[in-house]
Nanobody, 115 residues
Framework: QVQLVESGGGTVQPGGSLGLSCAASGSMFSRYVMGWYRQAPGKQRELVAVISSGRSTNYADSVKGRFTISRDNAKNTVYLQMNSLKPEDTAVYYC?????????WGQGTQVTVSS
């Protein structure tokens, strides 16, 4: 079993930056595909970024060039650095860990981009 705890959310002005962290408990963290998803009010949850065990990455078109996902296997932590934030980035951001049939989610952290 893996438990995920997100941190780093908050309120930022448009054009600003924010960094999210997701700390994972349990073993074999390095073998999990880690992802960040977000859900805005009234919208479906969507993929933001994903990083494989081999550190290959993939991003939603809407965040390419602005967001960076990374992982530190020694710390069992995955990060999401968000730059040039826009009001449409406002959402609850969730961390996800996938491996074979296993799929674990964090509780989410609110990111609000507003002037």
């Amino acid at each position: 079993q893996v438990q995920l705890v997100e941190s780093g959310g908050g309120t930022v002005q448009p054009g600003g930056s924010l960094g999210l962290s997701c700390a994972a408990s349990g073993s074999m963290f390095s073998r999990y595909v880690m992802g960040w998803y977000r859900q805005a009010p009234g919208k479906q949850r969507e993929l933001v970024a994903v990083i494989s065990s081999g550190r290959s990455t993939n991003y939603a078109d809407s965040v390419k060039g602005r967001f960076t996902i990374s992982r530190d296997n020694a710390k069992n932590t995955v990060y999401l650095q968000m730059n040039s934030l826009k009001p449409e980035d406002t959402a609850v951001y969730y961390c996800d860990a996938k491996r074979t049939v296993y799929d674990y989610w964090g509780q989410g952290t609110q990111v609000t981009v507003s002037s």
